[in-house]
């Protein structure tokens, strides 16, 4: 394990990353192949800050403070990112080891950028955003769940001894208790609302059905009346 007096960001890794951030930001767009093309670079660029960290041993799940401070001052000073962006790539990263150490046991002493980045994949990790999520256990909510949340609330988290997130101890709302009898209210309205509409539809589309049967009905007595 590498401690905090030999700990080092390589230039290789510095420059990978900024030759990643630098296409990044050549590929804002809206349309998919750009999209995908900004995520496999982002992921790339974090395969090696999450390889310059793998070997160093966590403190309660946590980079230590030294190493996180010379990390931070490489992706500023040499990559050029900003400090915002410096701080997720440590947060994301260090989650990251965390997240790799749980689901295969042990890190690789020789682990590659492209290894880790074949790892998260096989977890379906194949963005930053994604990643983020991970890291906060937020990865497998439904659509559903999150919109509970908001609407209802959920505990905070914490971490654990570890450095894992875990639930909290603090309940947090999301709308008020007035609020949340008024959206109830509103649902049950929207739902009868929906339902009567489906029933509706359903029942004119029975009636158009019975309508072409009875076209086809008359038309073969008439066939067979004119026949006779």
Do not use: C
Not at 13 to 18: K, T
Not at 20 to 41: F, R
Not at 124 to 137: F, P, R, T
Request: charged share 30%; glycine share 6%; net charge negative.
């Amino acid at each position: 394990m590498t401690n905090s007096k030999t700990f080092t960001v390589s230039d290789t890794a510095i420059n990978n990353v900024y030759s990643a951030e630098q296409e990044i930001a050549s590929l804002k767009g809206v349309n998919k192949e750009n999209n995908a093309a900004a995520n496999s670079a982002k992921m790339g660029a974090y395969g090696e800050v999450i390889a310059a960290i793998s070997q160093v041993k966590l403190v309660k799940g946590n980079l230590p403070r030294a190493n996180s401070k010379i990390l931070k001052g490489s992706l500023v000073e040499q990559a050029g990112v900003k400090e915002a962006t410096a701080k997720r790539y440590l947060e994301n990263s260090v989650g990251a080891v965390r997240l790799l150490k749980d689901h295969f046991a042990e890190i690789p002493t020789q682990y590659t950028p492209d290894a880790i980045v074949k790892d998260l994949a096989t977890l379906e990790i194949d963005s930053e955003n994604k990643l983020a999520k991970a890291v906060k256990g937020e990865s497998d909510k439904s659509k559903a769940q999150r919109l509970a949340e908001q609407v209802v609330g959920k505990f905070s988290n914490k971490k654990d001894e570890k450095g894992k997130r875990v639930q909290g101890d603090v309940f947090k709302d999301g709308l008020t208790d007035e609020e949340l009898d008024e959206f109830e209210n509103a649902m049950r309205e929207l739902k009868a609302a929906r339902t009567a509409y489906r029933n509706s539809e359903a029942a004119k589309a029975a009636e158009a059905e019975a309508a072409e049967e009875n076209v086809a009905v008359d038309s073969t007595v008439a066939e067979f009346t004119d026949a006779a």
